[in-house]
Each structure stands twice: as structure tokens, then as C-alpha cells.
């Protein structure tokens, strides 16, 4: 089948998650994607653990292989003459430039959009930075938890009320930025090929973070109201946590059309669960222990799936909590061909989860490629696309700037 963005070319300058995963999505929908790495070391996510097989490897970095899937690996120093040269000769024939460097940085090696727009009117570059490119906060250094912090999350969504504020974990704002940008940029991509013109887009990781309608940014700047973290240890049934006889599971009040306790008194034989003092969200809360104790003396009757067949044919919703290996066997996800089996040429091969969605019926990562070894496509496009001869290379190669 052929890749939707087959005929998109990008090449990625970024040393960020957020900036990795923008360009990996584009990548996994078939353009081609180089990602400029530093010379001798590489990106610095080669050497983030954990590593495959334990020992530190640049090649072996789980971090990397997960957010570089379906990119050229290549080799320059853009700082140095020769390598702008380089850099920008592949600008000329490119579509899209996503870059990560601190705002400016790019203007103090003559790289700005400016200067790449006088090469290439239809050039895109797509700047994925925790705070902008503009505003008193533009030059502040960040991460994913920084992002956390300044969007409102830490105050009023993650931890307990009465102790300091938790991350969540696993780059929730890095892969928010991420897809923003890749939204972003396809739409510049779009109106690119209308106009014939690029354009600068500007992604800020912190804005990112609010940007996503859930309620917490628009109930205060729509009705002024306060949400505070807290509240996740005493959960009434919509988040309560309960054992079953072979695992947990996670209620929710989804499907029971506004009567909670009616619904679920009768679905597990609980006539208690009527009480009055249950009747409300507040007296829930009041009687968290005993109605903790009432649901879950039924819940540990019952097997995971057994439940969920019997809350499914009830028009019920729980939530079976996973652990990791029963979600990569799921024979659900197995059914919709979710994971795809890539070779790396180091460790050999990987199983990777897709997108998230099919496209005819089919995963789009399947038949693509792992991530890519350090330097691995420097031969192919300076030699075979920049048309540099071999000897020219190894040139390069031992001046550093390669």
C-alpha cells in the first residue's frame, strides 16, 4: 500500500522528545525523514536507559529505537561552514525542517526560517520548544515536567490535595507537543501545496499542555471554577480501584444513565448500596471506606474477563488494569494487528505498537523500519542524492564534520 506522505521530504534537527516523536510521526506515514545527528556521538537519547540487553549502547537505547522509527540516520555538524553548506543544499529539495534548538540559535548560525526561505520559498520549518519562540520565557530551559507545571497540571490535576504536587509520568506533554506539531505542520503542508509558499510554525510545549479541551483551563476561564488536585485515594465508583479474584479492575458510572447506585446494587446483588447515605457524590465521598468495603466484598467473587463479558452484556463499563505483558498479548489488539515486528540491524527484531489506528484494515507500521543505526544513510545521501564522491566523504569523516 502506498504511504500517505510517500512524497514528503523532512529532515529533523532536534535533540527533544517532543521534536523526535513530531518527526517519527510524519516518518511512520511514509515520508522521508533524516534526522541530522552530531558527529562521533549522536543524539543524546542513544543513551538514555534502559538498554536492550543492559549494557549501555548507542545502539541499543530503548528511549531511541521507541521515537525513531523510519528515519535516515545521517551525520553533520551544521555549525561548521561546510556543514551549513551540506544543510542547506538538502533544504532545497525539502519540504519540511523540524528543528528544537533554543529560540535563536538557528538565527546565530545563519539558519533562520529567513534565510532557509531565500533557498526554498516552500519550505516549512516546525520549531517544537517548551515555551515558544516569542514571549518573556521564550530562552527558559524546560522538560516534560516543567510543561507540567506551567500548564496548570501539577495544582490541579496529579497528587493528593494535602501533599506536593506529582508528575504524570511517560512524556505525556513531550508526545502532546509532538502531535500538535505534526497537526501543525501537515496543515502548513496542506496550504503549501495550494499556495506554493512555507511557513514558520511555532509549537510550544507549554501551550500544548492547555491546549487540550478536558475542562481544567476552560472551567476557570469560562465560569471561574478552581479544580484542585486531590481526591484520586477516595474515588466514588467513577476511578475506584477494586481486586478481583485474579487481578484489579477500575469502575466507572459510564452506562448507567445517571443512576449509579440503582445500577449497580442490582448488577452485583448489593441492596445496600441503596442506602440514602450513598444517594449523593458528597455522601459517597463522606462514606468512602464503607462503600469501598460493600463493592468490593461482590468484585472479588469474579474473574477479570468474566466481569467484563457480564458488565458488557449490562451495558456497564469497568476497565480491566493490565499489566504490561497482558497488554502486548492481548488478543484483542492481536485481532486488529495493533504491534509490528521491525528489524534493527543491531539487536535484531523489535515489536513495536502502531499508531493507534488502521488504514484499510491495515496497520501502517507494518513492513517499515526500525530505527536507524548512528551514521547509518550518511553514504546514501551525501554520495547518492548531494552527489559527493566517496573520497569526499571520508574527508568529512576525518575532519569531524561528518
Known sequence: MPKILEDVKVIELTHSLAGAYC???LADQGADTIK???PGRGDASRYEPPFIGGTPNRERSSLFLAFNTNKQSITLDINTPEGKTLFLDLVKESDIVIESFPPGHLDDIGLEYAELHK?????ILTSVTYFGQTGPYKQYKGDDLTAQAMGGYLFAVTGLADKP???TALYQMDITAARNGATA???ALFQQRDSGLGQHVDVSEVEAAISTPGGLIQQYSFVGAVQRRGGGERNVLDGMHLNTKDGEVTLTTAGTGGRPMETWAEFLGEPQLLDSKFSSRQGR?????????LVQNKLIEWNNLDLMEATTAKGLVIGLVQNLSQVINSPHLEGRECFAELNHGEVGTLKYPGP?????GENPMRGTSAAPLLGEDNESIFCDRLKLSKDRLEQLKTTGIV
Open 23 to 25: 518527526a517519527k510521526l
Open 285 to 293: 465521598s463522606q462514606n468512602w471506606e464503607e462503600l469501598y468495603k
Open 165 to 167: 504536587p506529582m508528575g
Open 356 to 360: 493507534g489506528f488502521l488504514l484499510d
Open 36 to 38: 541530522i545527528e552530531p
Open 185 to 187: 505542520t501537515l496543515a
Open 119 to 123: 533557498i526554498n520559498k516552500e519550505i
